[in-house]
């Protein structure tokens, strides 16, 4: 079994979708949440799946190697970043080479780096008037949205789209193809970089 872990800062719904996809897969296996926030949604998603959720602070996941530790403990062979607001130290990084991915709401290399999350991503799109927007999946590096692409797909963004209405149709492209990339980096090694969903 190729062993997950995935880190999550909020709600937690992409963390619930893949582990759901995943639930009863030959191959790859949902092993652990990891948050940085006790006030997460993903904890309890946690609880109702049956999946262990650990809680860290700052100095544990930065300035120990603590954490590195539990991974390895739990024979964690990759990591997924599904709403993971904070920068990955290098340690990790080091420690997976090319075995840490993320997810993030937008088209990168536009609407990425430092602040740009959630809502402020999906505002910045509506108020530079894009017509579309979209999902990136891509490798994580020691820079904020910066490693290799792995994965984008679009949508559109009508003129009269609220970053409300924008957000929705992210989750829908995230919820679609997050665990699909997944299952394909990981046993077929072929993905397609591109896909459009109108
Ligand atoms: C997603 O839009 C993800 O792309 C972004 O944070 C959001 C997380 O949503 N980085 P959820 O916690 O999985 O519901």
């Not at 009863?24 to 949902?30: A, E, F, K, Q």
């Not at 599904?82 to 990790?92: D, H, N, T, V």
Request: aromatic content about 8%; glycine content about 6%; hydrophobic content about 40%.
């Amino acid at each position: 079994m190729i062993r997950l872990a995935i880190f999550a800062s909020g709600s937690g719904s992409n963390a619930e979708r893949i582990s759901d996809y995943f639930s009863n897969h030959s191959s790859i296996s949902i092993d652990l949440f990891l948050t940085n926030n006790p006030q997460a949604g993903v904890i309890e998603r946690g609880k109702r799946l049956g999946i262990p959720t650990l809680v860290f602070d700052k100095k544990s996941f930065t300035s120990s190697e603590k954490i590195l530790e539990i991974l390895k403990k739990q024979e964690i062979d990759f990591i997924i970043l599904a709403g993971f607001l904070w920068l990955i130290p290098e340690m990790y990084i080091k420690a997976f080479p090319n075995k840490i991915i993320n997810i993030h709401p937008a088209l990168l290399p536009k609407y990425g780096g430092k602040g740009m999350w959630g809502h402020h991503v999906h505002e910045a799109v509506v108020a530079n008037q894009e017509t579309e927007s979209g999902i990136t999946i891509h490798y994580v590096n020691e820079h904020y949205d910066e490693g290799r692409i792995i994965f984008q797909a679009t949508c559109i963004v009508d003129v009269l789209d609220t970053p409300e209405d924008v957000a929705k149709k992210i989750q829908q492209l995230e919820h679609t193809h997050f665990p699909v990339v997944i299952e394909n980096l990981l046993t077929k090694q072929t993905v397609n970089t591109q896909n459009t969903l109108s």
